[in-house]
């Protein structure tokens, strides 16, 4: 990440608040991750951690085992385990969830074997 020098951020700091209102908007646009933050954080109230959870275990549940039953190598099982895994990360970087984390992924090894 570059670093913003003291001259540039005193020329942004005078910038009008509309126009900086719109870079800003447009950047994080562009962010995915920042994105499903700033929604959880700001329209959710950080209230629904233990939903998404839920939701995110209980489409776990549905659908590893009729996957895993499919899966004759290890290396599809593997497969699938980091695609469950990615999203549980997704998870914690929206929600901060640090107990949700050992949680999910306890129940995820649990599901799949």
């Known amino acids: ?5 003291d001259e540039l951020k005193q020329a942004i700091s005078e910038i009008p608040v509309k126009e900086k209102d719109k ?5 994080i646009a562009k962010d995915r991750k920042l994105t ?4 959880f954080e700001l329209l959710e109230g950080g209230n629904t951690r233990d939903e998404r959870s839920a939701e995110l275990k209980f489409r776990i549940q549905e659908e590893l085992p009729e996957k895993s039953a499919l899966y004759l190598t290890p290396g599809l099982l593997m497969m699938e385990l980091r695609h469950w895994n990615a999203r549980i ?3 914690v970087h929206t929600t901060r969830d640090k107990a949700g984390e050992v949680i ?6 649990r599901e799949a074997f």
Do not use: D, S, W
């Not at 990440?1 to 020098?5: F, P």
């Not at 870079?23 to 950047?27: G, K, N, V």
């Not at 999910?104 to 090894?109: E, I, N, P, T, V």
């Open 23 to 27: 870079l800003l908007f447009r950047l």
């Open 104 to 109: 999910l992924a306890a129940f995820l090894f």
């Open 1 to 5: 990440m570059a670093k913003l020098t």
């Open 89 to 91: 990360n997704e998870h």
């Open 36 to 39: 499903e933050r700033l929604n």
